[in-house]
């Protein structure tokens, strides 16, 4: 495999002098060679590939916290008066002081001060900042995608075109892989930028200028259903459980598509609720997932359970150099990194405290009832905003320890969730809710996840709200940290209001892309229809 690795690299840079790139993507003809897909290992080794991309895009900066928590506000920097004072550090209000006890500014994961959170996110992606350690850049970069998409691009044309010894079962289970990945990798660009620019040509060459979001997401859509019951409906194989493209994930994709187009394409909602709602009574009459008692936390966490869609599997099994700081499998990456100490991180010296809290404000709007089991099993000190005590550790149930290696700073042992079963769950009830008379769908839906959590069920307590309501802050609650909210409040147009977020957009700035991020200038290279988002270009913000 890295000799593979090698190989293409060395054709992918001698390609560079010959051609001009469109996206600065290479044509992935030139990249393997026509003669390479030939067998069912050479197409295994292509995939592999596509998720190690994949893998590593994700883990070059807090992907599911700078994307789906910090922007929203609710997520401060600890305040501790002894040793190590860095500075104020935060994207958005409630400026605080953050502790350093580790002696630098690195770990100041969301930058603050007093102009608009706009500006602040700018300067997040600024390198030379005392974060720069998050790589917050990263996220301004999309050509990464665009690798990934043209590698899935080609596999689908040469399968169409036959390749020798594979079965018509595996050509279909393989197209269906393949357009997992490429429709994945659409749906995380849109997320992030708005428009994007389209295709699914394998031998794409003519630039293209960015299409409407919701016309991507439709051929997306489309594209996933055409491929979607060709693939096994999950793994019983413990090595592929989770972190290969099953029909599950395949559901759990369609239906998270068809809620982000329910909230931009409004004329057109019903149709994707009512799709929602169909794919959630698939994978729920299925009986192929299931959700795990909270005492089994650990094992979802760590990866490849019956609760698990879609992962970006992570451990310290491998790849990784326990006596190098630098190789253990980024360190920032984990959402829980700033958010535990020992002793769940050792030695103990240099890892006493937390580098960020959530407020307390949002911590009982998330838990108005304490008898929640999710307070106990994930947090430390919940309602604590002391950086000493407070700990979520809903990240943290599989630790790694080595109190004798004082340069250790390596997160616990734990998966990167991307799509789990209880995502798909409250999707149904949300569809359902939003659908006349699925009401009692809506309820039995949410209630599956109360009602895993020991939590008071919908409908029969005194903290009951709206059911709408209720099922956002469900999904606030349960996907904590796994890349969801600030997107939800985006799709659901709570962005706009102060009582969902501390840091609300206004009308204006959202239709004008204030929730998208920013697109790196490289991105219009040999491009002369590219275009990037205003928004962020300029002193309108």
Same mark, same amino acid.
């Given at each position: 495999?890295?000799?593979?690795?090698?190989?293409?690299?060395?054709?992918?840079?001698?390609?560079?002098?010959?051609?001009?790139?469109?996206?600065?993507?290479?044509?992935?003809?030139?990249?393997?060679?026509?003669? *390479?897909?030939?067998?069912? &290992?050479?197409?295994?080794?292509?995939?592999?590939?596509?998720y190690g991309q994949l893998f590593d895009k994700y883990t070059r900066t807090s992907f599911a916290g700078a994307t789906g928590e910090f922007r929203s506000g609710e997520v401060i920097p600890a305040e501790q008066g002894g040793e190590g004072r860095a500075g104020s550090a935060r994207i958005g209000g409630h400026t605080r002081v953050a502790p350093n006890p580790r002696g630098s500014t690195d770990r100041l994961n969301i930058p603050t001060g007093s102009t608009s959170n706009d500006r602040l996110l700018l300067e997040a992606i600024q390198t030379n900042r005392g974060w720069s350690g998050y790589n917050f850049t990263d996220l301004t970069r999309w050509a990464e995608y665009y690798r990934v998409i043209q590698a899935a691009n080609l596999l689908i044309v040469k399968i169409a075109e036959g390749i020798?010894?594979?079965? &018509?079962?595996?050509?279909?289970?393989?197209?269906?892989?393949?357009? *997992?990945?490429?429709?994945?990798?659409?749906?995380?660009?849109?997320?992030?930028?708005? $428009?994007?620019?389209?295709?699914?040509? +394998?031998?794409?060459? $003519?630039?293209?200028?960015?299409?409407?979001?919701?016309?991507?997401?439709?051929?997306?859509?489309?594209?996933?259903?055409?491929?979607?019951?060709?693939?096994?409906?999950?793994?019983? $194989?413990?090595?592929?459980?989770?972190?290969?493209?099953?029909?599950?994930?395949?559901?759990?994709?369609?239906?998270?598509?068809?809620?982000?187009?329910?909230?931009?394409?409004?004329?057109?909602?019903?149709?994707?609720?009512?799709?929602?709602?169909?794919?959630? &009574?698939?994978?729920?009459?299925?009986?192929?997932?299931?959700?795990?008692?909270?005492?089994?936390?650990?094992?979802?966490?760590?990866?490849?359970? $019956?609760?698990?869609?879609?992962?970006?599997?992570?451990?310290?099994?491998?790849?990784?150099?326990?006596?190098?700081?630098?190789?253990?499998?980024?360190?920032?990456?984990?959402?829980?990194?700033? *958010?535990?100490?020992?002793?769940?991180?050792?030695?103990?010296?240099?890892?006493?405290?937390?580098?960020?809290?959530?407020?307390?404000?949002?911590?009982?709007?998330?838990?108005? &009832?304490?008898?929640?089991?999710?307070?106990?099993?994930?947090?430390?000190?919940?309602?604590?905003?002391?950086?000493?005590?407070?700990?979520?550790?809903?990240?943290?149930?599989?630790?790694?320890?080595?109190?004798?290696?004082?340069?250790?700073?390596?997160?616990?042992?734990?998966?990167?969730?991307?799509?789990?079963?209880?995502?798909?769950?409250?999707?149904?009830?949300?569809?359902?809710?939003?659908?006349? +008379?699925?009401?009692?769908?809506?309820?039995?839906?949410?209630?599956?996840?109360?009602?895993?959590?020991?939590?008071?069920?919908?409908?029969?307590?005194?903290?009951?709200?709206?059911?709408?309501?209720?099922?956002?802050?469900?999904?606030?609650?349960?996907?904590?940290?796994? +890349?969801?909210?600030? *997107?939800?409040?985006?799709?659901?147009?709570?962005?706009?209001?102060?009582?969902?977020?501390?840091?609300?957009?206004?009308?204006?700035?959202?239709?004008?892309?204030?929730?998208?991020?920013?697109?790196?200038?490289?991105?219009?290279?040999?491009?002369?229809?590219?275009?990037?988002?205003?928004?962020?270009? +300029?002193?309108?913000?």
């Amino acid at each position: 495999m890295k000799k593979i690795i090698i190989c293409l690299l060395l054709i992918v840079s001698a390609s560079q002098y010959s051609c001009k790139k469109f996206l600065q993507i290479t044509p992935i003809d030139k990249l393997t060679g026509n003669n *390479f897909y030939q067998n069912a &290992d050479d197409i295994e080794t292509n995939i592999t590939d596509m998720y190690g991309q994949l893998f590593d895009k994700y883990t070059r900066t807090s992907f599911a916290g700078a994307t789906g928590e910090f922007r929203s506000g609710e997520v401060i920097p600890a305040e501790q008066g002894g040793e190590g004072r860095a500075g104020s550090a935060r994207i958005g209000g409630h400026t605080r002081v953050a502790p350093n006890p580790r002696g630098s500014t690195d770990r100041l994961n969301i930058p603050t001060g007093s102009t608009s959170n706009d500006r602040l996110l700018l300067e997040a992606i600024q390198t030379n900042r005392g974060w720069s350690g998050y790589n917050f850049t990263d996220l301004t970069r999309w050509a990464e995608y665009y690798r990934v998409i043209q590698a899935a691009n080609l596999l689908i044309v040469k399968i169409a075109e036959g390749i020798p010894s594979l079965s &018509d079962a595996e050509a279909k289970r393989y197209d269906g892989e393949a357009k *997992f990945i490429r429709n994945l990798c659409y749906f995380m660009l849109v997320r992030l930028y708005g $428009d994007v620019v389209y295709y699914t040509n +394998g031998y794409q060459k $003519d630039p293209l200028p960015r299409e409407d979001m919701v016309s991507v997401i439709t051929k997306c859509i489309a594209d996933m259903k055409t491929g979607k019951d060709n693939l096994p409906l999950n793994f019983t $194989d413990p090595s592929k459980k989770g972190v290969r493209a099953t029909r599950g994930a395949a559901i759990g994709l369609l239906m998270n598509m068809n809620m982000w187009n329910a909230g931009f394409d409004i004329p057109n909602r019903t149709k994707y609720y009512e799709e929602t709602l169909a794919l959630g &009574d698939e994978i729920i009459g299925s009986g192929a997932f299931r959700l795990l008692r909270l005492t089994e936390w650990a094992t979802v966490v760590k990866g490849r359970s $019956d609760e698990s869609l879609f992962e970006l599997f992570r451990t310290l099994n491998y790849n990784t150099n326990l006596d190098d700081p630098f190789q253990q499998a980024n360190a920032y990456s984990p959402f829980g990194d700033a *958010f535990i100490h020992f002793p769940y991180k050792q030695p103990e010296y240099t890892h006493r405290y937390s580098f960020s809290v959530f407020t307390e404000d949002y911590m009982k709007k998330l838990y108005p &009832d304490e008898s929640d089991q999710r307070l106990t099993v994930w947090f430390v000190a919940p309602f604590d905003q002391n950086p000493e005590t407070f700990q979520l550790r809903k990240f943290a149930l599989n630790t790694f320890a080595d109190a004798n290696n004082p340069n250790l700073d390596l997160n616990p042992d734990n998966t990167y969730l991307i799509m789990r079963y209880a995502d798909a769950i409250l999707l149904h009830a949300e569809a359902a809710a939003n659908l006349p +008379g699925q009401e009692t769908k809506a309820i039995s839906s949410l209630n599956l996840i109360r009602d895993r959590a020991d939590a008071p069920l919908w409908g029969a307590g005194s903290n009951d709200t709206n059911l709408k309501d209720a099922i956002f802050l469900e999904r606030a609650k349960e996907l904590m940290g796994e +890349g969801a909210r600030y *997107f939800d409040l985006v799709r659901t147009r709570r962005v706009l209001s102060r009582e969902w977020t501390d840091n609300p957009l206004t009308s204006d700035k959202f239709n004008r892309g204030g929730w998208t991020w920013p697109i790196e200038e490289s991105a219009r290279f040999n491009n002369p229809y590219m275009t990037l988002n205003t928004y962020w270009i +300029g002193s309108g913000l």
